[in-house]
């Protein structure tokens, strides 16, 4: 049973269209992605998973039933973007209501809070708690009666850098044990090596979805190379043109050193013709980084798509 | 029903935190001790008037107290989950909107009731105590019959509280909103009744100008109280409609249910339907 099913939603608000024909699912023991410039329609995309809101058109199915029903959303963890508290509770009696609300067990309360790095401030009143310490109570909060589904919209923001690292090691953990997870992040270098597959949004569409692999063969980015001649950087410039035998290829020259971009299939028969010809001392390869494909989906849009209203 | 009680539970322990409750409480077994002892001041002496007089003084206290007191306690229920960011993950837990509403109604309720209970309670049992010659079946069923309409009373303007809760987007909105309900219902509404009354000059349907009063919770609530012993003393104002008026003390009783019962509906209805 997939954690959720999208079967070509479409959504709209005022009639604008936040959501156009999304088809997307997530299966238990799964990071997901969820990558968009601002009003691309991720939050709309979780509220429509959490039955917040009902979508305008297409199937949702979540957790094998119905979204916001009860018995459903008792299986999902969430933690919203900017989470907010009750200032005058302290962290265990907001986390021992949440439970309540939740069928959960009041005993893992103090449990959890330890886990998230709270065990000393669980006593103190949230108004005194800064940025981090509330998106670990927020995580905390999500993580009540072991979640089927946890939704997660930016995470890390106003985390250390250890607890960003502690954050993600558990998140992998979760996985592991078979929970599925959604992740929403502007932090993409951060989140690269934690996910299994990534959806791309623009304006309410999904642009591209899958593994890391099968969206760079998607996007078709060239691979860069750092060369380093073994002599002459002229030599090992002849060397790339002979070796290429007419791809098209971008050379570049600087420090010495050559930067080549080669599309990914001339990948391996270029370095072959490099080995061979004995010109080169050492390389290094640059596959396109989840930014780079990003990026690219995201497309001319640029700078506009990211002032976008939420 | 758990998720209710939880919500409840939490609203409720909320006015113990903030001393809601006690300073109600207080609020409410000061006034009623005071109007108790110094009732018949005006009639130039000091000392334990009557429990008719008492009971009317009360609740002509209670009119403005208790409605002020509700909408206070109840108008940023849902607003102030809202603007403190708590309303959108509340949803998204096994709760329900009309489970919240109405455990929030709940823990409004126990907590206006309580204070109630409290206050004039110690007060009626003070009374009890150091008055002599009081009759005290009297004296119980006149407070028993205040504390249970006063009750009723809250409960109505939590319910027309949460109305504009769960219409607004702002807490400030919200609280004007709330007061504009206690000047209309408290001051505005019996001066129009009155003045339409003097306007018509006779032309509206007198039968039809003592079912009016049922418009008001606070004149139900007063009429309670106040006819309750009108065999002592005559009615003024508009209350004088009142004597006219064909229902009994069970008609303005249900009245009064009425008036926490419709708000409260239409308030479900109106969250039912809120954007999110």
């Given amino acids: 049973m997939n954690c959720f099913e999208l079967d070509t939603i479409s959504h709209r608000y005022d009639r604008e269209t936040v959501l156009q024909d999304v088809?997307?699912?997530?299966?238990?023991?799964?990071?997901?992605?969820?990558?968009?410039?601002?009003?691309a329609g991720k939050t709309t995309t979780i509220k429509l998973i959490l039955g917040l809101m009902t979508p305008s058109a297409g199937r949702l199915s979540v957790l094998g039933g119905e979204a916001g029903d009860p018995r459903v959303s008792q299986h999902i963890g969430y933690l919203p973007e900017n989470v907010m508290f009750y200032p005058q509770l302290t962290g265990r009696e907001i986390l021992a209501h949440f439970a309540r609300l939740k069928g959960a067990s009041p005993a893992q309360v103090p449990e959890l809070l330890s886990q998230v790095g709270l065990a000393d401030a669980m006593d103190a009143r949230t108004r005194t708690y800064s940025?981090?310490?509330?998106?670990?109570?927020?995580?905390?909060?999500?993580?009540?009666?072991?979640?089927?589904?946890?939704?997660?919209?930016?995470?890390?923001?106003?985390?250390?850098?250890?607890?960003?690292?502690?954050?993600?090691?558990?998140?992998?953990?979760?996985?592991?044990?078979?929970?599925?997870?959604?992740?929403?992040?502007?932090v993409l270098p951060g989140v690269e090596p934690y996910i299994d597959r990534a959806a791309i949004l623009t304006s309410g569409a999904l642009?591209?979805?899958?593994?890391?692999?099968?969206?760079?063969?998607?996007?078709?980015?060239?691979?860069?190379?750092?060369?380093?001649?073994?002599?002459?950087?002229?030599?090992?410039?002849?060397?790339?043109?002979?070796a290429t035998r007419g791809h098209e290829v971008v050379v570049r020259q600087g420090d010495g050193r050559l930067t080549v971009e080669v599309a990914p299939q001339q990948k391996m028969s270029l370095l072959q013709g490099l080995m061979a010809s004995g010109a080169i001392a050492d390389l290094s390869i640059h596959q396109p980084s989840l930014e780079d494909i990003y990026v690219h989906f995201i497309g001319d849009g640029g700078l506009a798509h990211r002032g976008g209203a939420q | 029903m758990n998720a209710v009680w939880t919500i409840a539970r939490k609203e409720l322990s909320d006015s113990l935190r903030n001393r809601w409750l006690v300073a109600i409480s207080f609020v409410f077994a000061t006034l009623a001790l005071g109007i108790a002892w110094f009732g018949a001041a005006a009639a130039g002496q000091v000392g334990y008037a009557s429990t008719p007089a008492t009971i009317a003084s009360l609740a002509s206290l209670g009119i403005f107290l208790i409605p002020l007191i509700a909408l206070l306690?109840?108008?940023?229920?849902?607003?102030?989950?809202?603007?403190?960011?708590?309303?959108?993950?509340?949803?998204?837990?096994?709760?329900?909107?009309?489970?919240?509403?109405?455990?929030?109604?709940?823990?409004?309720?126990?907590t206006l009731g309580l204070a109630t209970v409290i206050g004039f309670g110690v007060a009626g049992v003070a009374i009890a105590l150091l008055v002599e010659e009081v009759a005290i079946v009297s004296l119980a069923t006149a407070m028993g019959r205040f504390i249970g309409s006063t009750i009723l009373l809250g409960l109505g303007f939590i319910a027309l509280a949460y109305l504009v809760s769960v219409r607004v987007s702002e807490k400030p909105v919200a609280a004007g909103l709330a007061l504009t309900i206690w000047f209309f219902f408290v001051l505005i509404f019996d001066l129009m009744l009155l003045g339409g009354l003097v306007a018509s000059e006779g032309?509206?349907?007198?039968?039809?100008?003592?079912?009016?009063?049922?418009?008001?919770?606070?004149?139900?609530?007063?009429?309670?109280?106040?006819?309750?012993?009108?065999?002592?003393?005559?009615?003024?104002?508009?209350?004088?409609?009142?004597?006219?008026?064909?229902?009994?003390?069970?008609?303005?009783?249900l009245a009064l249910v009425m008036w926490c019962v419709l708000p409260l509906a239409a308030a479900l209805l109106l969250f039912r339907n809120r954007r999110i």
């Fill in chain 1, 23 to 39: 088809t997307l699912q997530l299966e238990p023991g799964e990071i997901l992605g969820l990558f968009g410039h601002n009003g």
């Fill in chain 1, 131 to 186: 940025k981090g310490m509330r998106q670990r109570l927020g995580l905390a909060q999500a993580l009540l009666g072991k979640p089927r589904l946890l939704m997660l919209d930016e995470p890390t923001v106003g985390l250390d850098p250890v607890a960003t690292a502690d954050l993600y090691r558990l998140l992998r953990q979760l996985r592991d044990e078979g929970t599925g997870i959604v992740l929403c992040s502007h």
């Fill in chain 1, 207 to 242: 642009k591209a979805v899958g593994d890391l692999p099968s969206l760079r063969r998607q996007a078709d980015m060239p691979v860069t190379l750092d060369l380093t001649p073994a002599g002459d950087v002229e030599a090992l410039e002849t060397a790339v043109n002979s």
């Fill in chain 2, 73 to 110: 306690l109840a108008y940023d229920a849902v607003v102030g989950e809202e603007e403190g960011g708590t309303l959108l993950l509340l949803m998204t837990y096994p709760l329900s909107r009309s489970q919240l509403l109405l455990g929030k109604f709940l823990g409004h309720g126990l």
């Fill in chain 2, 203 to 253: 032309t509206l349907n007198p039968e039809l100008m003592p079912w009016l009063l049922m418009l008001n919770p606070t004149d139900i609530y007063r009429l309670l109280n106040i006819v309750a012993f009108s065999g002592s003393e005559p009615l003024s104002g508009v209350l004088s409609l009142g004597a006219d008026l064909p229902v009994g003390p069970a008609g303005l009783w």
